[in-house]
């Protein structure tokens, strides 16, 4: 299996975190259509190629991480703290 | 049905018998070749790229092929076209486990893949092609009472649609598999099986040579390294598509592309909820003959069997992420020989010969989308995940059917790919998240 | 049924022969052999919680990935573990967990930041793996390059050992190669069997209770 | 015809078969050879007892004594002998012990072996199923398809017989267990092949600073080198001195490596090691270095598999590492210098040369003929040569799996009439070295594989290889011209392995299966246990031939993992399958429970007697040990905010003190999980789970936390095994809870139903307990430190003898809740049950502005056509219908299905849960449940609970 570098763990085996999938954004359910919200539930996309996506270190520092990874060559782009780009102030010592 | 062909006729339930129009493989013509060693026709024909056919077919495994059969046998429709980007069977129908079974849970599945069974049944004498179906049984295990539990439940909801399946013990499970540890001492005791004789495996290229060959002699124009690009909607309405060869103008496409198909429904510009991830398989050498039966295990994600050449064959889940790789991976043979070890001791002298992978897609419910789609013409027979050969047969007839006549008949009406806009999912995959 | 009197503590790795410390049932036996494994379940066990890298990593004196040995006044002296972003695992003698917890919740109550301090002595098993040879047997059971260049002494890493999720802490011992491993209490027992499997061949024994290595020795 | 070579001349000459007679075919002492002659081993083959040397493989012992059949063919079970006399060997498959398909020119024969040919029968010399050769030209390539179809009930006969014509080994169903291991490692390069370019690159490497793996599938280092002639001896020893000699080398030898995963993760197995069978080690190396050599291709003409036919490396390896004279009268079919060496060697080992055929000068081979094993060659110019060996080197294939793995696609060279690795394609961390690279003298390929190694260890980082430096030259090595020979026309086989002729191949074109991966499948060309290392090539060839395209357009099929056939044992290693116990399991095991296998959980089903166990709830007291239940630590003054997310409850308002239930669920509104969450102080909260959904729970509110609201401040930390969870049940707990507890008041209006406090039992402080009830008895669940809970089990049990206390288990405690009406998630719900139907529905609050779920919940409430969770009594009290069992509507459809189902202790009845639909979801309706059996019994709709519907109990 491939190796997803950690932002905090360094790179590890795949193995070490769970898929989470690609990000989708949650409708407000007090205005959500049916059609809106199941398109929330069920439809991703689904790339061959280049998808930003959410992995999580279970066995290692239990982050959520925004990954952008290549789906036919596993190669990976960025790994980032998903927390901390939506805090960005929350740390600096993200490495 | 409308039916051109004078030759086409259907028995008394709907199983389709020989037709002359196939070149037969006889007796005679075996002695003949047998004895010359030559002569033997093309399975099927090679022919220029038309511009312009009734319905194209994109994607030349089994549902492709086998819609383009039953369309052009059944429905008289003249001029098909099935567009494979590679060789037929490139994608999960020539690289899947074979196995094929009805024992679903949902009433909708239990019925749908029980009428597929019917036709594989006679699918050799319906192609003069022996596809090879080995009714050998098939048994899924049972390690903890919620997984027995769902094995009762799936026997009862067969049994209420007149599929033969029961409930059976640690010991008739010892009498059937010798191989298979059934003491109580181990990590994953055995505590029964949902036992499934009409089961099986099947020579699955057979299958899809037969469909091809069937097809061919049907009139269909099978068209390989053949690869759709674009596919033209005016007016919510399709027009026609582009290909690696050329440009090809249509009213009707069906997408049959498993793995690929949302790349493909995303060109008509429909949205799918489809995800694709691989799905590994693995061979073993040879060994003489000692497992008679399909044996499943789905809390240790195992499937195993043994082919007529001796080799087991051995399957698991899908991978644990999205990927559109299928390169295989390490934890897969490690995963899987542990897990058959843990279940047949005996076999750690046996030795893995090859790996490889298939792409599956996914859906919510495990179960299809099959049917018409918001843009006209536009047909999709996707959503096929793990476990879409067996349903080669009945999908074929189904989608031939619902392109005929521009709705789905019965048997596919719970799969239609707005349900889960309306939130009715059908829910294979409710045996799924309780039997794990 | 035993009629017990005086409470005893027990880890969840089974020993025989026993003796009792500080009021823990631990192992009697003691090995000279050059590879051991001790259980140190009894150590005291404070885990924090706080913001990443702000002001409590900073009164704490440990990054994340990195150990310290960090003297908390009355409480002794503890092995600071940056076990994960925003999370550190203080080691103390037994007995001392209320004194750790009050202390490192004086020292981090300055900060102003959202931090909370929870005693999980019961709640790991926690055992050391000791001798030149530690990094052959974790080989068998860890995909972590153990090489002193990528993991030098006082590394803290989390990850999957024999398939079960542990803290990883080099805290070399006089120059000799020493790991603790720290996981979920429940698997002390199953991770304890997996490394001695993977130890038998290079003659890892069993032995008893050590405590922390003070940062003098 | 003056020569008979066969076995039974040789051994007759010796009277008792091969055992302690002089070995007619061994040479006399030569250098270079790798057996030990002062030492013998005995072993058995096929019954007979047989002499070889340590260092003899079992093929070099047996052909030693004169043996030259080892198998019969897969198809037409046609005798075959030695063709390459290595591992790939697909003539020399045999059984040895317990083990099948041994690679009998690559294992060493050992003291004791009991070597048997497999699926023979009678003997390997009459095998009854040779008949198959008689009607060959019908099992040819399709003929499965075409026959057997008709009549259709006559199938599964034939298909038995089918399965008796495998030709294998076999495994005995009590096999002896192996032992197997696996480690890690992290070596800064791997290098694939040990031949010169491989121990080359690896010292080279090695000198730049790396940590190397050198791994070898043959016996010793060497490559070719071992069987080579004296300067490639000399040069052998100077290159192992050299590999010797550097720090920093891990060699590997009777070691392959066997494939190449993303990101360089490289299984490599090795044998031979001292008290194992096999190791698996998992490398994640900065560089892959693929130096595997050239594996030699055979020629295809008509019979070209009869024993006596081999490799010019076969005659070579036989000779010179094993001092074994392969025949008598040889002809030699040549096209390199490689071949030519060999027309020495035969000669240096006595064989008589008949003829050497040139190919460079157009001279050709066009059959061999004999039945057991080559009596005659038949050349291209019509001459027929008496000869019983006929040693063929026509050229070369490049072992490119490793190298495909990694990416890269093979072109091929017509040049030198091979596949060659496309470098343009190839990922930073592969590199190739040797033979597979190129051509070139022993010089240029070392001086190639010095360059390669540097490189690799520049780009590995190591430590000493300047990481950062500029990019090694690597000098590119020249290409010699090889003539394209892949077959004289003539027939014979493509695919040894499978039986596979050149015909097969013609016959898949003209029917229309004409790509190469359609041919492949069509006749399992390459799919053999060699898999296409020895017939790709001839494949595609004459593939190409029959279509008219060349090769380069017809290209080759997939090579995937493994390299060389993999054991499942080694893949599997030590099984690593984590069990946890609470810390009661001792007592547990000594009491006699029987355990249940709960996910990775280990918990008492019962202690022998589990509706007495019931009836000691209902009756007086009872202890479980509930400890695998989740428990979630939460501290934050945010908690309250985020529980309001989770459940489909309120929980602002939860005082301190105060427990509540809660149902959560999935964004589908799907139920996820339920239990207790109680509060404990300002900020602190303590929430259960199930024990089946902890993990899930914890993973489920980290995400929200951290993705969706990392302005909320809360921490959550699973504790699940902080605590031993113990529950007291039954009319009796609060008088037993009450001797050990000092410093709670249990009376009911100090510590009420639904309420939690903190307090010290048997002497342990900081217990949590909580009063709540899955029993529908007056309850409490404390949670005391882990280390403690085997202590208050023990005080427990003795402080209460006298009040009749007893230990229950799951089972026990299953009834209870069922006759309280209890729902468990995942039995009573499924992966598609929404809150609703769960009987949940006073708790689902969508006044709530927001929860998970929501507004699903809320489409199904308006929808209202939900199943729902009813209670179902059997009217026959005395029948249990088994859970699952389906509840039939009026018409004989399903209607829904009884989800629970025990026999109450307490009410001495049948009682359960059922998912019906909401018309027949009325107290008082009567439903019809369909048995196994196939019988109908009819059972009424109730209310869920079926003890106690007013709570009495439980709120004393
Ligand atoms: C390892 C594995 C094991 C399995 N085991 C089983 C099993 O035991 N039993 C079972 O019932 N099912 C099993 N399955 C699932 C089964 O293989 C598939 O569901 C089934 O084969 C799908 O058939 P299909 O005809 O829809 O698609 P495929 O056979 O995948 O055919 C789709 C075709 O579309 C072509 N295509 C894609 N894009 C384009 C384009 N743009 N233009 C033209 N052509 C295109 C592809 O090349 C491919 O050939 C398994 C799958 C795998 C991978
Ligand atoms: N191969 C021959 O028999 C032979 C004979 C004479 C000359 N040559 C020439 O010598 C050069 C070859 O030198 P070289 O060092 O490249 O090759 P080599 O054939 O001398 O050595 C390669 C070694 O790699 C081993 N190997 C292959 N795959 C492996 C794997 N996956 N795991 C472990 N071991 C593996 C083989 O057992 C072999 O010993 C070529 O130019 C060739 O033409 C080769
Ligand atoms: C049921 C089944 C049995 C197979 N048996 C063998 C086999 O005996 N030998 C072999 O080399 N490959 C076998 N394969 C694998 C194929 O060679 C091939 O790997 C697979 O069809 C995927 O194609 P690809 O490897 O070209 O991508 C088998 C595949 C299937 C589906
Ligand atoms: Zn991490």
Partial sequence: MMLLPCPWCGPRHAGEFRFHGAAGTRPDPATTTPEQWRRYLYVHDNPRGWQTESWYHSAGCRRFLTVERNTLTHEVRSARDTQLDAAPNAAEDAR | MSTSHGTARTNGNGHARTRSGLRGYSAWSLLRHGLSRSGWPRAWREHELRDRYDAVIIGGGVHGLATAYYLARDHGMRHIAVLERAYVGSGGSGRNTAILRSNYLTPEGVRFYDRSIQLYEHLAADLNFNVMFSQRGHLTLAHNDASLRTMRWRTEVNKLQGVDSEVIGPDRIGELVPYLDTSAETRYPILGALYHPPGGIVRHDAVVWGYARGADAHGVHIHQQTEVTGIDVEHGRVRGLRTNRGRIATPVVLNATAGWSSLVSHQAGVEMPVQTFPLQAAVTEPVRPFLDTVVVSGTLHVYVSQTDRGELVFGASVDPFASYSIRGSLEFTEGIAGHVLELMPALHRMRLLRQWAGLCDMTPDYSPIMGPTPVEGFYVDVGWG???????PVSGEAMAACIADGKPPEIISAFGLDRFADGRLVGEKGAAAVGH | MSEETVPLARSPIATDPTVVVAGWEVCARVSTAPLTLSDETPLAKVLVRAPFGGAARDALGVSFGRTARVGLGTAGEVLLVGSAPGEWLALGAPGTAAAIRAALEERLAGTGEFVSVLDLTHGRALVRLHGAAAPVVLAGVCGIDLADHVTPDGTALRTSVAAVVTDLVRDDDGGVRSYLLHCERSSGQYLVDALRDAGSPSGLEVTGFRGLVPSSA | MSILPTSRRARSATGAGGAGGPAPMRLAPREGEVIDRKRSVEFRWNGTPYTGHPGDTIVSALAAAGERVFSRSYKYHRPRGVLTASYLDPGAMVQVGDEPNVRAAHRLVAAGMDVRSQNTWPSLRYDVKAVNGLVERFLATGFYYKTFIKPEPLWPLY????????????????????????????????????????????????????????????HQLGGHLRFGGPAERARLRELAAAVAAQPGIEVLTDAVVEARYDDNWIPIVARSLPGIDERLIKARAGTLVVAPGLVERPYVFAGNDLPGVMLSTAARRLINLYAVRPGHRAVVLTANPEGDAAVADLESAGVEVAAVVDARRGETVTAAHGRHGVRAVELGDGRRVEADLLVTAVGWTAPTSLLNQSGDQPVYDPRAARFRPDPARMPDDVLAAGGIAGDG???????????????????????????????????????????????????????????????????????????????????????????????????????????????????????????????????????????????????????????????????????????????????????????????????????????????????????????????????????????????????????????????????????????????????????????????????????????????????????????????????????????????????????????????????????????????????????????????????????????????????????????????????????????????????????????????????????????????SPTLGRAIGLAQLDPELAVVGTHVTVRLPDGSDVTAEVTERVHVDPQGERQRV
């Fill in chain 4, 441 to 903: 003298d022993l010089d240029q390929l070392v001086a190639h594989a010095d360059a390669v190694g540097r490189e690799a260890a520049r780009r590995a980082g190591a430590a000493g290889g300047a990481g950062a430096g500029s990019a090694v030259a690597v000098p590119s090595l020249a290409v010699d011209e090889h003539p394209e020979l892949f077959s004289a026309g003539t027939g014979g086989f493509v695919d040894l392995s499978e039986d596979v002729s050149a015909k097969d191949i013609t016959t898949a074109v003209a029917e229309g299966y004409d790509s190469v991966e359609l041919a492949k499948r069509y006749t399992t060309a390459t799919m053999g246990p060699t898999q296409g290392k020895l017939e790709t090539v001839n494949t595609v060839a004459i593939l190409a031939a029959a279509t008219g395209r060349s090769i380069a357009e017809t290209g080759t099929t997939t090579w995937r993992p493994m390299y060389a056939p993999i054991t499942l044992g080694a893949l599997a290693g030590r099984p690593h399958q984590p069990v946890r116990y609470s810390p009661m399991q001792p007592w547990h095991e000594r009491h006699g429970a029987v355990p249940l296998v709960a996910g990775q959980w280990i918990r008492p089903e019962h202690y022998g007697d589990p509706a007495a166990e019931v009836t000691a709830v209902r009756t007086g007291v009872g202890i479980i040990d509930v400890t695998p239940i989740g428990k979630l630590d939460l501290q934050g003054p945010d908690v309250a905010k985020l529980l309001e997310l989770l459940y489909v409850n309120k929980w602002q308002k939860l005082g301190i003190g105060r427990v509540r239930y809660g149902v959560m669920c999935a964004e589908d509104g799907v139920v996820l999980d339920d239990g207790v969450t109680g509060r404990l102080g300002e900020q602190h909260y303590l929430m259960s789970t199930t024990s089946s959904g902890a993990a899930t729970v914890w993973e489920w509110v980290e995400n929200w936390l951290q993705t969706a609201h990392p302005d909320w401040r809360v921490h959550v930390t699973p504790v699940t095994t902080a605590y031993a969870s113990i529950n007291i049940a039954g009319p009796r707990s609060r008088d037993l809870l009450a001797r050990l507890t000092t410093d709670v008041d249990l009376s009911a209006e100090a510590f009420g139903y639904m309420n939690v406090r903190t307090g010290t039992v048997a002497g342990i402080a900081d217990c949590v307990l909580w009063r709540i009830g899955f029993t529908g008895e007056l309850s409490y669940e404390i949670h005391v430190p882990a280390s403690y809970g085997l202590h208050v089990w023990q005080r427990l049990l003795d402080a209460g003898a006298d009040l009749g206390v007893r230990p229950f288990g799951v089972e026990a405690q299953r009834v209870l809740r069922l006759e309280k009406g209890h729902a468990i998630v995942g039995q009573d719900t499924d992966g598609l049950t929404q809150a609703f139907s769960a009987g949940v529905d006073e708790l689902i609050k969508l006044d709530k502005p927001d929860f998970l779920g929501k507004p699903e919940l809320v489409w199904q409430h308006q929808r209202g056509t939900h199943p729902r969770l009813v209670g179902l009594q059997p009217l026959d009290g005395s029948i249990v219908p088994p859970e699952a069992s389906q509840i039939l509507d009026r018409a004989g459809g399903i209607a829904g299905r009884v989800t629970s189902s025990r026999m």
């Fill in chain 2, 386 to 392: 793990t476990y879409g050969f067996k349903a080669g």
């Fill in chain 4, 159 to 218: 298909e038995k017989v089918l399965r008796t014509f495998v030709h294998a080994g076999e495994i005995p169903p009590d096999s002896a267990p192996g032992c197997y291991d696996q480690r890690y490692a992290h070596p800064d390069v791997v290098v694939a092949g040990g031949g010169p370019a491989g121990m080359a690159a690896a010292v080279a490497a090695a000198r730049a600073g790396a940590t190397v793996m050198l791994v070898e599938e043959e």
